[in-house]
């Protein structure tokens, strides 16, 4: 043979063994994908996760984060392995333990007649009583005539979005679950699709479809920032809110859509060309955004009936002037690097209190009710909150975005409520709130069940969720006796009563 022909040969096998291996590769890759795979998501959102999310990374830090987590508030007794009878048993025995109800709490709560004196006013701390509406700033008058929600917006104030038992909000929320819809956009941005609706007398509302049944929780391996957002969720940190007495959160309501006959007609064209017929039968759609809006992460109505939650729309960043604000406890959205918050204990007095907004005023006390908020719904997203101009200063914070809570009912994450730990001051009126939910007579999940009864989508929650938020407010309650261990009352309460 000449040396060319030899040459070509070797060339040629070495080319088929080479071949060869990368077949055998891709094929083990391949069983790898699939035993990986969940029922849920499907395999493309695995090969997201793999591609941009090491797995082995994930587990060590939910690991780190609990036990860190563990070395501040102790946690109920877990139960690791279901399928041994002798564990369950010893379980049942546990819950059974009497429950902690918090009687050394007792005197702080306004349920008792004394409670006045373990508090004292901080002399910087003074709200004035004059509490301004939208109305009185732009100089209008509400009118009978007007519609809800130009009555709830114009109502909007200083101290909240709408007061307690609001005749408007609840005209509002019936109107957004019932008026014929008019408009349908895409609101741009974001990584999962959303739409805004406009509705016959002229509201807008921004529309969250579900995208899976209830009782799918969020899995083990998503990061907070890669976890489909629930319009559930939306709707239940509403009423969540308006009973911790807050009303921060703009209403939201159920809703029920026939994507055929109430979006198809109205929709742009570039959600237009998004729309097909599923295998099923079902009409679906997926919109354009940055990573979820592809077929196989379609919205599929069944076949045209598709849930969602429907919240106001705010007025105009002009008119309602606001800023989104960085949270000092933002996490870190990195797969590899935690937040200094989330390692340093003495992160709040070293490195906020002692600065404004912080030092002053009520903005650490809202700050401290929006992380007890998000802990009891499990929101880890809170990247910021947003300050309001239009009322001068000292106005309430707004609770905009909560798709990512309520994701899980046997887990707790412990490290939302980390800011609470580090700088141990609360509003007497949410612990006092705290403090009734926990020992009756109606408890939270009761509160929440007859609270979200009327929803057009009832049950919003399924039961074990509800569960969860009565074990959460117990936690926090354990979280304030440790403060109240460590400190004096009068420094842990603002007495706002
Ligand atoms: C269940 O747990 C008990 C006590 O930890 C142990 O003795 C027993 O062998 C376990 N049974 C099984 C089936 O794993
Ligand atoms: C509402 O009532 C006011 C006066 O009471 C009237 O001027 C206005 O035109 C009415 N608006 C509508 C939309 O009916
Ligand atoms: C939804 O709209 C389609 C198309 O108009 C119609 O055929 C279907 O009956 C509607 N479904 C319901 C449940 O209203
Ligand atoms: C509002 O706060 C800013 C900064 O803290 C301060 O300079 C300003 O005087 C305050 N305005 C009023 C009306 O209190």
């Not at 793999?50 to 994930?58: A, G, I, Y």
């Not at 049942?92 to 007649?113: A, G, H, I, N």
Request: glycine share 4%.
């Amino acid at each position: 043979m000449k040396l060319s022909h030899r040459l070509i040969v070797i060339t040629s096998v070495l080319l088929s063994v080479f071949f060869i291996i990368c077949v055998i590769e891709n094929v083990l890759k391949n069983t790898d994908l699939t035993e990986g795979e969940d029922a849920v998501h499907g395999r493309q959102h695995f090969i997201f996760q793999r591609r941009f999310l090491n797995r082995e990374e994930t587990s060590k830090i939910s690991a780190e984060a609990s036990n860190n987590a563990m070395n501040v508030i102790p946690l109920p007794p877990k139960n690791t392995n279901k399928k041994n009878t002798t564990v369950k048993t010893t379980t049942v025995s546990t819950t059974k333990e009497p429950r902690d109800e918090f009687p050394d709490l007792f005197k702080y709560s306004t349920l008792s007649p004394n409670f006045r004196q373990y508090m004292e006013w901080p002399p910087y701390f003074r709200l004035p009583k004059y509490n301004p509406s939208l109305a009185d700033v732009l100089k209008v008058k509400i009118r009978d005539n007007m519609t809800n929600w130009e009555k709830f917006h114009l109502q909007i104030s200083k101290y909240y979005l709408y007061p307690e038992k609001s005749k408007v909000v609840e005209g509002l929320l019936h109107d957004l679950a019932t008026k014929k819809i008019i408009g349908v956009e895409q609101l741009p941005g974001g990584t999962q699709i959303k739409l805004i609706l406009t509705m016959e007398d002229g509201a807008k509302a921004l529309f969250k479809p579900m995208r899976f049944p209830r009782e799918v929780e969020t899995l083990p391996n998503h990061f907070y920032f890669t976890d489909f957002e629930r319009h559930v969720s939306e709707i239940a940190s509403f009423h969540l809110d308006k009973l911790l007495g807050y009303r921060r959160t703009p209403p939201c309501v159920g809703r029920k859509v026939n994507i055929s006959e109430e979006f198809y007609p109205l929709v742009e064209p570039d959600l237009h060309k998004t729309f097909f017929i599923s295998p099923a039968g079902n009409v679906c759609f997926h919109g354009q955004c940055t990573y979820y809006c592809d077929t196989s992460h379609a919205i599929c109505g069944d076949p045209h009936m598709l849930e969602g939650s429907l919240s106001i729309w705010l007025p105009p960043r002009n008119i309602l002037e606001r800023k989104p604000i960085r949270s000092p406890w933002r996490r870190s959205y990195n797969k590899r690097r935690k937040a200094s918050w989330e390692t340093d204990n003495y992160y709040c007095i070293n490195q906020v209190k002692v600065n404004p907004p912080y030092d002053h005023g009520r903005r650490i006390y809202d700050l401290m009710d929006l992380v007890i908020f998000d802990y009891l719904t499990g929101n880890m997203d809170r990247h910021h909150y947003d300050e309001v101009f239009t009322f001068g200063n000292d106005s309430a914070l707004i609770h905009l975005d909560h798709g990512r809570g309520f994701g899980r009912t046997n887990y707790d994450e412990d490290t939302i409520i980390l800011p609470l730990l580090q700088c141990c001051v609360i509003r007497l009126s949410t612990f006092n709130r705290l403090y009734s939910f926990h020992i009756g007579p109606k408890r939270l999940s009761d509160l929440m069940r007859e609270t979200m009864d009327n929803d057009p989508i009832k049950p919003v929650l399924i039961e074990p969720h509800l569960k969860a938020l009565d074990r959460r407010v117990g936690k926090i309650l354990g979280v304030i006796r440790l403060c109240l261990n460590a400190n004096s009352p009068d420094l842990v309460f603002l007495d706002d009563m």
